[in-house]
Structures are given as C-alpha cells and as structure tokens.
C-alpha cells in the first residue's frame, strides 16, 4: 500500500512539474495579456467608446481569427463558418471562428488547446516578423532573447532589454518605428484568447495532462523518468515566451499611452 502511495505521489509530482515548465510561463503571460487587454479596451470603452477599440481591431481582429483557422485546419476540424472581421457594437463581438471536431479523435480532441491559444501563438509570430523588417535594431532586439533558455527568473531581466531595445533614439526618430507602434499595438490589443478561447482550450489541456499521465505510468513501470526530455522540449519553445513577453511589453506601453492620451476624454464618457 505504501508502494503504492508513493508511486501515485511520484505521478502527480513529475506530470506537475512537467507541466509547470512547458506551460507555466506560457499561461502567467496568457493572463498577463489578457489583463492588459481589457483594461486598454475599456479604458478606450470609457472614453472615446466603441471608436477607439475600432481602430486596432481592424487590423488585429483578422490576425486573431486566421490564427483559429490555422491551428484549426492542422488539427483536422471542420471549419463550420469564419468571419475575420464582422464588428457587432451590441455584442461587443468583432469576428469568430465556428468550427467542429470529432470528440472521440484524442489529436483533434488535443487541438482544442492550440487553436484556442492560436492569437497569442500565430499573433506573436506575425509580432516577430514586424519587429524584424520595422525596426532598424530589430534582429538585435529579438536574437539574444531566443538564443538563450527562458525561465521565471529572467522575465523581468527580458522586459528590461526589449524596452531598452525598442526606445532607442534611432528608433524613435524613424518613421518607421512610428509605423510598428501602431501595428504592434493593432496586433497586440487582440491577441489575448477571448473567454470563448479559453474555454477551448481547457478542453484540450485535460486531454494533454491525460497524455502526460499515460507516458509517465509507462516510463515509472520502466523505472524511467521523462522530465528531462520533457523540459527539454520546453527550452525549445522559449522563443515563444520571449515573443509574448514582447507581446506584453507592447501591450503595456499601448495601456500607459492611451492613459495619457485619453486623460483629457474621461469626463466625456464612452459613446
């Protein structure tokens, strides 16, 4: 029985830092941009009202739906309906991505997980290539990030460098960094998974803790352990966290700019 215990401790203790180390950070920064999100939004909503949300969601609301259609279509669902831009000001909706999937397929079922955190994955792609041809010092902004291994402790250490990075006096006495301002900020204030995202991907995120759990009941039966190789390939995916910590950067200074800008505007109300 003691044999047992300890087997079933050993279980819950690997498969939890297995997934602490692959997703930890990727879900602390999910919040982190969502909480940016909306507070930039309703700050814009208090204000200048449905306008100001406009003016970044017609360009970051397309990138955010492609990126459901996407994973979508890697993980075999069926695309039911896509409307990448379609505002609706009663709603507060401005585009989806109605798709379907068979339940008893574990790949599709898995799929849920990626095409829900598909604007944060294919909008911090499309993030990376702006920063790379925009701004002059881009490749030195995001390579010594990439090269090197991500974990808790080097966030703050990452903020500060992509800050210093972007606000260099080169950059912002170029036009074009002017120009990926704006477009990071489009990409940016819309790449948080929405509630209805989120919802899909705990569905996959069970079937993956469900997959962990399979592979290290094996490996514990073969007297293995399947950490390592498993954060290993976490390290693999820590340019990722570097694209959303710059993601997050972005956001916040979208959050402090558009607090300056609209201070004069709160009385007004939104519209």
Not at 91 to 98: E, I, P, R, S
Not at 115 to 144: D, R, S
Not at 215 to 241: E, H, R, V, W
């Given at each position: 029985m003691d044999n047992l215990l300890l087997i079933l401790f050993t279980l819950v203790k690997i498969t939890l830092l297995q997934l602490l180390g692959v997703f930890g950070i990727f879900f602390l920064l999910g919040y982190i941009l969502s909480f940016l999100q909306n507070a930039t939004h309703r700050n814009y909503q208090n204000t200048i009202g449905w306008k100001g949300i406009i003016w970044t969601a017609w360009f970051g609301t397309p990138i955010h739906e492609l990126g459901h259609v996407f994973f979508a279509k890697i993980f075999f669902h069926k695309i039911n309906s896509?409307?990448?831009?379609?505002?609706?000001?009663?709603?507060?909706?401005?585009?989806?991505?109605?798709?379907?999937?068979?339940?008893?397929?574990?790949?599709?079922?898995?799929?849920?997980?990626?095409?829900?955190?598909?604007?944060?994955?294919?909008?911090?792609?499309?993030?990376?290539?702006?920063?790379?041809?925009?701004?002059?010092?881009?490749?030195?902004?995001?390579?010594?990030?990439?090269?090197?291994?991500l974990a808790f402790g080097t966030v703050i250490p990452t903020i500060k460098n992509i800050f210093l990075g972007l606000f260099t006096f080169e950059n912002i006495t170029s036009w074009n960094f002017w120009l990926f301002l704006y477009i990071s900020f489009c990409i940016a204030s819309h790449m948080a998974p929405s509630k209805q995202d989120r919802i899909g991907m705990w569905k996959g995120f069970v079937w993956i803790v469900i997959l962990l759990l399979i592979?290290?009941?094996?490996?514990?039966?073969?007297?293995?352990?399947?950490?390592?190789?498993?954060?290993?390939?976490?390290?693999?995916?820590?340019?990722?966290?570097t694209i959303f910590i710059y993601a997050a950067v972005i956001s916040l200074c979208h959050l402090i700019i558009s607090e300056i800008f609209l201070w004069p505007f709160q009385k007004l109300g939104g519209r």
């Open positions: 896509v409307r990448i831009f379609e505002p609706n000001r009663e709603t507060g909706g401005l585009g989806h991505v109605d798709h379907s999937y068979n339940k008893q397929n574990v790949y599709q079922s898995i799929g849920n997980f990626f095409i829900g955190a598909a604007p944060m994955i294919w909008g911090g792609i499309i993030l990376a290539f702006v920063v790379y041809f925009l701004l002059p010092n881009g490749k030195e902004i995001l390579t010594p990030s990439m090269s090197e291994t592979i290290n009941i094996f490996a514990l039966l073969l007297k293995q352990d399947p950490t390592t190789y498993i954060l290993k390939m976490g390290q693999y995916l820590s340019i990722f966290t």
